[in-house]
Nanobody, 111 residues
C-alpha cells in the first residue's frame, strides 16, 4: 500500500523559509514520480514542483527561483525548500505520486 506523509508546514512571515518533507512507502514508481501540489482556500489544486522521468526538475512559474525540490533516495523522502515566501504561497501543500495523495500540510505566510 502506498503511503505519503507530509510534514514541515507552519506559519511564517513574508520573506521567510520553510522546508516540507514527504516520506514515501510502498510505491513502485520511485521518487521520479513524486510531485508537490498546493491548494489555497477557494481555489483549485495546482502543480508546484516535481521530477521528470529522467530525474530533472520542473516548477510552476509562480515558484521558480524560490522553491527547490530535492530527494533523499536512501530515506525515500522528497523535500520542498521554500524561500522568499509570499502571502500568496499560503495553501495546503500535498505530495503526490501516481494515483496517490498525501494528507497535506498547511503553510501560512502572513505578517
Amino acid at each position: 500500500q502506498v503511503r505519503l506523509v507530509e510534514s514541515g508546514g507552519g506559519s511564517v512571515q513574508p520573506g521567510g523559509s520553510l522546508r516540507l518533507s514527504c516520506a514515501t512507502s510502498g510505491s513502485i514508481f520511485g521518487l521520479n514520480a513524486m510531485r508537490w501540489y498546493r491548494q489555497a482556500s477557494g481555489k483549485e489544486r495546482e502543480f508546484v514542483a516535481g521530477f521528470s522521468s529522467d530525474g530533472s526538475t520542473n516548477y510552476a512559474d509562480s515558484v521558480l527561483g524560490r522553491f527547490t525540490i530535492s530527494r533523499d533516495d536512501a530515506k525515500n523522502t522528497v523535500y520542498l525548500q521554500m524561500n522568499s515566501l509570499k502571502p500568496e504561497d499560503t495553501a495546503v501543500y500535498y505530495c503526490y505520486t501516481v494515483g496517490f495523495w498525501g494528507q497535506g500540510t498547511q503553510v501560512t505566510v502572513s505578517s
